[in-house]
């Protein structure tokens, strides 16, 4: 692939709904440009993009890829994203690296969530868009309904530029607003002029007069012009649209079949007219030399300087890294600093990947979008740049991960083969986490939500050839004592020679501080029990408090009193105290008045103001106390409340289900308090079948 100059170049996100057709318009754009010899399709598995056999297998995207397109004089870098909210976090790191975004519509299902998430990020990171309505050659689809559902959302930024010619309910050609023509297709995406259908005028002038009034909005004389009733020329037309499309104050609507690449071509040919190269985007990073802000800016005159926005780790293609060039140019033969690990990295290649292919090349210019193959040291969010300009930038912000459940190895013997398995999908999944919760013998795995799970599982048996067993988790109840109890313990074993002996007497009582498990104290007077023996006493205390005699729970909030006992000169050991401390904790806790204690979560839902009744009626159920209510900048609600850990199980899909995908929710371990009767009832019971089991203890 050739070298582009920074100007040249442009860096497109397609967003939009689960099935909105991202990765089908990303095909069309690879046909026309001649990647591809035959137009792949996301159901026969053959597509540029989805590539990966879970995508394959399943029909729609997980990860982001990379597809480089030439068109004309500009390489225009692809990244299509996954629309399913499981799978936010490749998104995210492909919008961290993108210009600007084209937001994909289905016109068979029109506005969805997945659109209005879209464009939610677009704000967020200040990236110029366009929208593309797909499905044009459907004959039901109304492009009209859409421009409508998306003025209503956005106002008066949304214009459209084309608009469909029907004949007969079917797509024959399009209006072009700007030139006020018409274009009749005569295959596929072959087109001839044709004149505007007397029926299409009446939303000709519609749409004209929005893009008008953007253009007057440019200077004081085009509002005079405009006022005068003067027209504007196309070219001062285009214009207009370019700035106006680059500050985000127009947001352009145009639409096609990607089935049989309609509006394809025009769509590229708008990426490269309106859309900005990254030499008029701004970025910063700090240099660490000076801890002063470094404007890099895309500025190919300037030191070299990249970071990587997101790594790939295949078992069958290896390791990538890929980066966004953010100064200077960088060469295949370079040797750059990782900033972060104060590490050298040698590239010895450098590629553009067109797919899951990796195409070498010589260079990468400021502004343009490659892959380090094999780099070792490197994760992503790291900076790449020279010692002497050593620039770090900010990292991806990437959600976080709230859906969990409970991983076993099938085979014992291959655990270290999926814990290794892990460290190479969590390097390319930031929002897959494994988390070992030693205090309830669990290992846990964390994702976005079932769905992920259920893939990372389908993903380990496939590429790595382990499996694991997916199960609910185990809550981490804790147990205490409400009252006080006095007991003695009395460990006492002859069996000729030297025996056993070991007596204490104990108080146990609430200690008031249940983020600790025990404290111990003691006031023993006379020399009842040698001093020499209280850190016996102390050890079986931190044996106890590990499984608690209720249900095998650690023990929190105990206090813990040594005031009285006696021994034998030369039957008395350490081992002996221990273990009569033991007896007297079992006693005594157990005369004590024990409970469970659950963990509360504090949790935040965000939700559109329709879904709030809904909401906090299912948090009600789930014993959730509801605390309070604020608006956001989005116009949602956030809805707060206090919800017991072994409610919120199974809470993302549940949440999705309600509100048809529109609702967030966050969550962090609050306090214990203790359960209700019913629930330590049954969660003893559960437990006591387990108490001699090892691995549930």
Known sequence: ????????????????????????????????????????????????????????????????????????????????????????????????????????????SGVQV???????????????????????????????????????????????????????????????????????????????ECPVPDYSQEYLDKYRETLMESVAEISEEFMDRYFGGEEFSIAEISAALKMNVCDGSIVPVCMGSTINLQGVSNLLDDICGYFPGPDQREVAGINKKNNEIYEANYDFAKAKTARVFKTIVDPFIGKYSLIKVCSGVIKSDDTLYNVEKDAEEKLNKLYVLEGNKPIEVPELHAGDIGAIGKANTLVTGDSLATKATPVVYGKPEISVPYTYKRYKAKNKGDVDKIS????????????????????????????????????????????????????????????????????????????????????????????????????????????????????????????????????????????????????????????????????????????????????????????????????????NKRRGRVLGMNPDKNGNQVIEADVPMLSIYGYSTDLRSMTGGSGDFSYEFARYEQAPSDIQEKEIEARASHLTDSEDN
């Not at 990765?23 to 010899?37: R, V």
């Not at 593309?132 to 003025?151: G, I, K, P």
């Open 1 to 108: 692939m050739d070298v582009f100059r920074t100007d040249r170049i442009r860096n497109v996100v397609l967003l939009g709904h689960g099935g909105a057709g991202k990765t089908s318009l990303t095909e069309a754009m690879a046909y026309l440009s001649g990647i591809t010899n035959r137009l792949g399709k996301v159901d026969d598995g053959n597509t540029v993009s989805d590539f990966d056999k879970e995508e394959i297998k399943r029909h729609f995207s997980i990860s982001t890829s990379l597809v480089p397109i030439v068109w004309g004089k500009n390489k225009v870098n692809i990244l299509d994203t996954p629309g399913y909210f499981d799978f936010v976090g490749e998104v995210e790191e492909a919008v961290s690296a993108a210009g600007a975004a084209i937001i994909v519509v289905s016109g068979k």
């Open 114 to 192: 997945g659109t209005q998430k879209a464009w939610d990020l677009c704000e967020k990171y200040k990236l110029p868009r366009m929208f593309f309505v797909t499905e044009m050659d459907v004959d039901d689809v109304s492009y009209r309904q859409v421009v409508e559902d998306l003025t209503e959302l956005y106002g008066k930024k949304i214009a459209p530029i084309h608009f469909p010619i029907r004949e007969d309910g079917k797509f024959v050609g399009y209006v072009n607003v700007v030139k006020q023509a018409g274009r009749r297709y005569v295959e596929k995406d072959k087109k001839t």
């Open 420 to 619: 290794q398995a892990f460290g190479k999908m969590m390097q390319e999944d930031l929002t897959m986490r494994v988390v070992n919760d030693s205090a309830n013998r669990q290992t846990l795995l964390y994702g976005m939500g079932d769905q992920h799970l259920d893939i990372i599982q389908s993903k380990l048996k496939e590429q790595y050839r382990v499996e694991i067993e997916l199960t609910k988790p185990k809550v981490p109840f804790r147990e205490t004592i409400r009252k006080m109890s006095d007991v003695e313990g009395k460990y006492k074993k002859q069996s000729g020679g030297h025996g056993q002996y070991g007596h204490v007497k104990m108080k146990f009582e609430p200690s008031g501080d249940l983020e600790t498990p025990f404290v111990f104290e003691q006031i023993v007077v006379g020399g009842a029990v040698p001093k020499n023996y209280f850190p016996a006493v102390e050890k079986g205390m931190q044996e106890c408090v590990l499984k608690g005699p209720l249900a095998a729970y650690p023990v929190v909030g105990v206090k813990a009193i040594l005031y009285d006992g006696s021994y034998h000169t030369v039957d008395s050991s350490e081992m002996a105290f221990k273990m009569a401390t033991i007896m007297a904790f079992k006693k005594g806790f157990m005369d004590a008045s024990p409970v469970l204690l659950e963990p509360i979560v504090s949790m935040k839902v965000t939700v559109p103001d329709r879904f709030t009744g809904d909401v906090m009626g299912d948090l």
